[in-house]
Nanobody, 122 residues
Framework: QVQLVESGGGSVQPGGSLRLSCDASGFSPGSHAMAWFRQVAGGEREVVACASRTDGKTFYADTVKGRFSISRDNSENSVYLQMDSLKPDDTATYYC???????????????WGQGTQVTVSS
């Protein structure tokens, strides 16, 4: 059974940092592009970062470029999102997802986690 489980969310003050983790089971993240999406209440999911399957390339939304960093540990079947210099606008539910290749459209992604809440507030 394929499963993605996110952890590491929480509440943090503006300027703070969080590290999200996504633990995979039932498939190998190394054989997929792995991405982090986020969704605010009432809004659409948007991709914030993606690590490609084959060439190690990473992609970031302009809104998080320079502040967020995606990494993967294939030996641990895990993917991470380091989030620094957090802003109130980063408040959202963050989802881990797997696909054949990086892209911004949700339909490209075969597997999804249940999400973890990140709240940035003073």
């Amino acid at each position: 059974q394929v499963q993605l489980v996110e952890s590491g969310g929480g509440s943090v003050q503006p300027g703070g940092s969080l590290r999200l983790s996504c633990d995979a089971s039932g498939f190998s993240p190394g054989s997929h592009a792995m991405a982090w999406f986020r969704q605010v209440a009432g809004g659409e999911r948007e991709v914030v970062a993606c690590a490609s399957r084959t060439d190690g390339k990473t992609f970031y939304a302009d809104t998080v470029k320079g502040r967020f960093s995606i990494s993967r540990d294939n030996s641990e079947n895990s993917v991470y999102l380091q989030m620094d210099s957090l802003k109130p606008d980063d408040t959202a539910t963050y989802y881990c997802a797997a696909a054949e290749a990086c892209g911004s459209q949700e339909y490209l992604y075969d597997y999804w986690g249940q999400g973890t809440q990140v709240t940035v507030s003073s």
